[in-house]
């Protein structure tokens, strides 16, 4: 595509951005504040990501976009298209083939390995938010590892239902030190964050962060001694591939209380069921 | 008595430009003692108490705080993180406003749960029975414990900030005009209810308060303060019953008997 730089940013904005990513692979789950620039898409939709991906792609990787677990998504068709225009190259459906994986609100069901990047998209990087609205507030407690306010929400949790109810962007302690929202991946992913091999990167956009969780890295998720963390369970298998251990998606199939279990990763699904 | 005091406050001075909160404001705390200040509107009560806490910066003054294993500290000179961990392990704070002292959207037992967990606490069927028995201990009814401070009248959920503050076993605790804002029946239980806690645990506390009564009742000695100097200390009953300065004697002849 011809007046654009290759991916878009432009090359000081890249090293500008390269840097803050450095900075936050020293520090894992540090949140790393960048100049987050304009990007050709709102808010919400994963500009901090779009802002990653186009800092460390180069042409020969080969890229893989997932939305809510979908290759075929208009999130994810529109950033792959968005970046197949701008770079040239090649993009993938599959995860194993895949160099830098882009995505929103899942961790793909094939294990990462050595060499990868998975690159998600952050609304709110910060976990103490909901209980501390000032930020000078939030980096002190961060830096005095003041997390144990942080319970206090798993305590509610357990009062009014039983058991743990926030099932989605999770808590986590990252290498013993600082608490990270996972971004709203379901807490079934975030067992797959721990000691992944894959070097782990965050971008928020609009609240301009990134923070990232270098390979091997221990990731914890928080919990009690006497309710300990678990993922969801599902009764049901994979109406499509038979998957039982896949993070599933209930879809209402008619108007008279039909509905089916299928599984999010849509990459992982059609692979079964090739028998690939 | 132990040999050293607990709190050891010696020419504390904060002015706002040329507007004087406390000026060589001077005490000794020792453990198990309560101490009240009292004064009129505006003589720099509160401020006193922020001061000596470390929450607001001092124009000069030391602060000497007694560890628990006996090292004494200065409190004006420890860094953010070691007063925030003093703050959490040995001091409670009581505001005049529940509001102020709790969270509001969680609730009761999270409220008192909190610093616990603050410490380290990670066993959710301990947090809730200590919860639970210090309901108990500032009478409200265990059936409350999963309810809203939102839902409390204003004497529970004054009840209910004490119980937050002193479940971690602090050795210090700073009351700003605890029973402010409560009305005289409510008052006198909570009143009945301090002074049996600060018996029972041993604390030592710091009161402030324009209500002459919550002094007499609650402290074995008294500060009275006005534009920001002591004008006279000395235990409580002496203070009271044969005030020696002319402006202790206006407050406590300005006293209405009913």
Redesign the interface.
């Known amino acids: 595509m011809s007046g654009y730089n290759f991916a878009f940013l432009d090359e000081h904005t890249k090293r500008m951005i390269r840097r803050a990513i450095l900075k936050a692979v020293a520090i894992p789950g540090y949140q790393v504040p960048f100049g987050s620039r304009e990007m050709p898409l709102s808010y919400g939709w994963g500009t901090g990501g779009v802002q990653v991906t186009a800092s460390v792609i180069g042409p020969d990787d080969v890229l893989k976009v997932i939305d809510q677990g979908a290759d075929d998504t208009t999130n994810a068709v529109s950033i792959r298209q968005f970046f197949r225009r701008t770079t040239g190259v090649r993009t993938t459906t599959r995860a194993d083939e895949a160099t830098i994986i882009q995505t929103r609100h899942r961790v793909p069901e094939t294990p990462l390995v050595e060499g990868q990047i998975l690159v998600l998209q952050v609304p709110i990087p910060e976990p103490l938010r909901w ?1 501390e609205p000032r930020e000078t507030e939030t980096r ?1 407690m961060h ?2 590892e ?1 997390y ?2 942080m ?2 929400r798993l ?2 949790d ?3 239902h039983g058991h743990v109810e926030t099932s989605y962007d999770y808590p986590v302690r990252v290498n013993g030190r600082y608490l990270m929202r996972p971004s709203p991946i379901p807490k079934f992913d975030n067992p797959k964050l721990d000691r992944n091999p894959a070097l782990l990167l965050f971008g928020a956009g609009r609240e301009k962060r990134i923070y990232a969780v270098p390979p091997y890295t221990p990731v914890r998720s928080l ?5 300990p963390f678990t993922i969801e369970r599902w009764e049901h298998a994979c109406a499509l591939c038979g998957a039982r251990d896949a993070f599933l998606d209930e879809i209402v199939v008619d108007d008279k209380g039909g509905r089916m279990f299928v599984c999010s990763d849509t990459d992982h699904c059609e692979r079964r069921r090739s028998g690939a | 008595m132990s040999e050293r005091p607990l709190l050891s406050v010696r020419g504390l001075t904060k002015r706002y430009g040329a507007h004087v909160a406390c000026l060589d404001v001077g005490f000794d705390l020792w453990p198990g003692e309560v101490l009240a200040v009292v004064g009129e509107s505006g003589s720099g009560k509160t401020t006193l108490l922020a001061c000596l806490s470390g929450r607001l910066p001092v124009c000069a003054g030391h602060v000497e705080f007694t560890l628990r294993d006996g090292s004494v500290v200065s409190v004006l000179d420890l860094s ?2 070691e007063r ?2 003093l703050a959490r392990t040995d001091w409670g704070i009581v505001r005049q406003d529940p509001r102020d002292g709790l ?1 509001l959207g ?2 009761a ?2 409220n008192v ?2 610093p616990l ?4 606490a ?4 301990q ?2 029975a200590a919860a639970l028995d210090w309901l108990d201990k500032v009478e409200i009814d265990g059936d409350r414990v ?1 309810d809203l401070p939102e839902t409390f009248s204003g004497g529970m959920q004054q009840r209910l900030q004490i119980a937050r503050n002193l479940v971690t076993r602090p050795r210090l605790v700073l009351m700003d005009e605890p029973t402010g804002g409560l009305d005289v029946s409510v008052q006198a239980r909570l009143l009945d209810l301090l002074r049996g806690l600060v018996a029972d645990l041993g604390l030592s506390a710091i009161v402030v308060t324009h209500d002459l009564a919550v002094a007499r009742l609650l402290s074995h000695r008294l500060l009275v303060m006005r534009r920001g100097q002591v004008v006279e200390g000395g235990l409580t009953d002496q203070v009271l019953d044969d005030p020696q300065h002319p402006y202790t004697q206006l407050l406590v002849s300005s006293v209405l008997q009913p």
Request: glycine share 12%.
């Open positions: 209980l002190t830096a005095l003041e144990g306010v319970h206090v305590y509610e357990i009062t009014r919990d009690f001694d006497d309710y | 953010e993180a925030r961990k969270r969680v609730s037992g999270a749960g909190e967990m603050a410490l380290g990670r066993h959710y069927g947090l809730r999963d």
